[in-house]
């Protein structure tokens, strides 16, 4: 399961895939996730399962929705200020699971 | 407050929202940001020139230019760093074409490397190779640098329209399925790319014939200079400041909203400011052989003092003077990466998003370091941004390098921090005295 996150230069969702990564550990759950600037993520959406949007960047949900064949969604803004790396992972895997 | 917020809601974000997701802006957008390999290398060698090589360097300043390792440098160290600045900001505009046509081919699922080359053509054959200025930068020689940047971005806008409206209209030349799909695809490239240089031919043609000179000297003698006087007037720069943090303040990036302006107008003024720095042009002003007041890193320097809306201070005032818990919180983890300049946690964590408590200081603090910075570079007490750093790069050291060591720099930058705490400060006692207020009440309840 890959999971891309895309923010504006791909510096703050670095921080948050870094708790994200420990939260997936304590559940014992096998998730690749990392993060990228939006330039950079529209051009690999053929090899990830989802793509979560810095609540900043909201206004480019329809733009990766188009291109993308996967869901795309945006981080609740709380959550994503403070870093709760444990409920944006849920928020991610009911979208996968969602999606199957 | 809060109905002024809610009406800004209703009314305000829908349309940036629409705006920031603007194709074509878009374009814009991850089109410099493409650039970053060019920018960075090109960054870093003037950096190091510009820090210990040449005899203006800041080294040089403390040793003296005289001295055998300055001496030494220059005529062995310096001309190869040269070299690296001439490739890479030097093809900046060039680089910018191909990219515009590759991302817009991108989001519209095009074939991206045939557009960008064909973008590219159309830039070269508008007369892109040569420059023959003896007035203005006379050392700059070809259009494919700073000086080509609008036409580039003119070429890479309309290039891919031109190039997909004939791709859907469905005008290729079809291969029986027997030939190879790659030599298939090379055809197929031939009939919408024709069509798309011919356009810029017939109008190249035209401006030879019209105007007797080509687009890129047009637009440099009529266009450039009023467009930089437009861009270094205070109020345009003050527009932006504001527009950021009130974006913010809806959750809605702002900078990487205005960074289709701010990008192609002000982040050309600063690389042509460290071309025409590094080629011994001091004087300051919005002409087109003096050195910018104000460019893109004016903003990491000087206002975005740990993120967009001076939030480091903020930080810093919430650890001396909170006493909400939560918020002290907040702020703990905020610091780290608000040194670094970035400031999501702080932003949406406290949150400042939707916070009526925040919203006066957090419009108003930026517009007010612009005043300062912009004032005090004008007069010359804080010397003009001639390095391109990191836009990471912490407060005061970020102001420091990128004006190549001015001391009168680094003193508006502390003074900016002093500035944007003491606006902070009220807003925090206000916020205190709410969660007194809210504690009463829980435990009148």
Redesign the interface.
């Known amino acids: 399961m890959k999971i891309l996150l895309v ?3 791909g ?2 969702t670095s ?1 948050l895939v870094t708790k994200m990564k420990k939260a997936a550990e304590e559940k014992g759950i096998d998730v690749e996730i990392f993060a990228l ?3 950079e993520g ?2 690999i959406l053929k090899d990830v399962d989802l793509v979560l949007l ?7 949900k ?2 990766f929705a188009k ?1 993308a064949t996967v869901p795309v969604d945006v981080i609740d ?2 959550s ?4 709760e790396g444990d409920k944006v992972l849920n928020h991610a895997l009911t979208l996968l699971q969602q999606k199957q | 407050m809060n109905r002024f917020i809610s009406f800004l809601e209703e009314k305000f974000v829908p349309v940036a929202a629409k705006i920031g997701g603007q194709k074509h802006l878009v374009a814009i957008r991850d089109s410099f940001a493409s650039l970053m390999p060019l920018i960075l290398v090109g960054a870093f060698a003037v950096l190091l020139n510009n820090v210990f090589f040449v005899p203006w360097s800041l080294l040089a300043k403390y040793i003296g230019e005289e001295s055998a390792f300055i001496v030494w440098t220059n005529t062995n160290l310096a001309p190869l760093f040269s070299l690296m600045e001439g490739g890479t900001f030097g093809i900046i505009a060039l680089g910018l074409a191909f990219s515009m046509g590759y991302n817009r081919a991108v989001n519209e699922e095009k074939d991206a490397l045939s557009t960008g080359l064909i973008s590219v053509a159309s830039f070269i054959l508008l007369g892109a190779l040569t420059r023959n200025n003896e007035v203005v930068a006379s050392w700059v020689t070809n259009f494919l640098g700073a000086q080509g940047i609008f036409i580039a971005l003119l070429v890479g806008l309309i290039t891919p329209e031109i190039y997909f409206a004939i791709v859907r209209k469905d005008w290729v030349i079809k291969m029986p399925d027997t030939v190879p799909p790659a030599v298939a695809k090379g055809f197929s490239a031939v009939i919408p790319g024709f069509i798309a240089v011919f356009f810029w031919a017939v109008i190249a043609y035209f401006f030879n014939i019209g105007a007797g000179m080509n687009i890129f000297n047009w637009f440099e003698t009529n266009i450039a200079a009023g467009l930089s006087v437009l861009g270094q007037n205070i109020f345009s720069i003050l527009i932006i400041s504001t527009l950021i943090p009130l974006l913010w303040f809806f959750g809605l990036h702002g900078a990487n909203m205005l960074e289709a302006i701010m990008s192609p107008v002000y982040g050309t003024m600063g690389i042509e400011n460290i071309s025409k720095f590094s080629n011994g042009i001091r004087a300051l002003g919005t002409g087109a052989d003096e050195l910018a007041v104000w460019v893109r890193g004016s903003w990491d320097a000087y206002v975005f003092m740990g993120g967009s809306g001076a939030t480091l201070p903020l930080i810093v005032a919430i650890l001396v003077f909170s006493k909400v818990k939560q918020q002290k919180e907040v702020a703990k983890l905020g610091l780290p990466p608000g040194i670094f300049m970035i400031n999501e946690p702080v932003l949406f964590g406290m949150p400042i998003v939707l916070n009526p408590v925040y919203f006066i200081p957090f419009i108003l603090v930026q517009p007010i370091l612009t005043l300062v910075a912009f004032y005090a570079t004008k007069i010359g007490f804080a010397g003009p941004i001639v390095n391109s750093v990191p836009w990471t790069t912490p407060p005061i050291l970020n102001a420091f390098l990128a004006t190549n060591g001015s001391f009168g720099a680094v003193v508006v930058s502390v003074v900016n921090l002093v500035i944007a705490f003491l606006v902070y400060m009220p807003f925090v006692m206000i916020a205190n005295r709410y969660e007194e207020q809210r504690i009463k009440e829980e435990d009148a309840a």
Not at chain 1, 54 to 60: C, K, L, S
Not at chain 1, 80 to 83: D, E, H, I, L, V
């Open positions: 923010c504006s230069a510096m703050s921080l600037s939006a330039g529209k051009k810095g609540p900043q960047v909201r206004f480019m329809n733009e291109l803004m709380l994503y200020g403070r870093m």
